[in-house]
């Protein structure tokens, strides 16, 4: 078993900060080179409890902070520009960094938390999902305008 600090969220192993033990292989084939992962040592504290600091300030801290931020965002739409064509089909795509840049500062949102379902790759009304807090999350309604 190898002994691995997270430096990414990996699903249904933790997120960044975390200490875990993976067997080898997967830790030397998969986690370490796409650098999900860094090896474990006694150096590495300070490592980790930077990137724990880090995903606080990101983090929204409470589940009532998580309920007031969920009904912001369904109570009201974001509106995204992208540069479209005459048909309304647009050049390039809609990120989650332009759905979280859109949100700003209504709540704190983190771009690794924001769910598309499908590409958005036209103008019109999308719902995306942003995950809030462990259990939370809220369906948030995308309005895409042609930038002008």
Not at 40 to 56: C, D, N, P, V, Y
Not at 98 to 120: F, L, T
């Amino acid at each position: 078993m190898a002994k691995l600090i997270l430096t990414h969220e990996v699903s249904g192993l933790g997120i960044a900060g975390d200490v875990v033990d993976v067997k080898d292989g997967y830790a030397r084939n998969y986690l370490v080179p796409r650098k999900l992962a860094t090896p474990w040592s006694a150096g590495a504290e300070k490592q980790i409890e930077t990137l724990r600091k880090s995903r606080r300030d990101k983090e929204i801290a409470s589940v009532e902070e998580a309920q007031a931020a969920r009904d912001s965002l369904q109570a009201n739409s974001v509106t995204v520009e992208a540069k479209a064509g005459e048909s309304g089909r647009l050049f390039g795509a809609v990120t989650p960094a332009d759905i979280a840049a859109a949100i700003g500062d209504r709540a704190k949102v983190d771009k690794r938390r924001i769910h598309i379902a499908q590409p958005i790759k036209a103008l019109g009304t999308y719902t995306v999902q942003v995950s809030l807090h462990d259990d939370l999350s809220a369906a948030v309604e995308v309005n895409v305008v042609a930038a002008k």
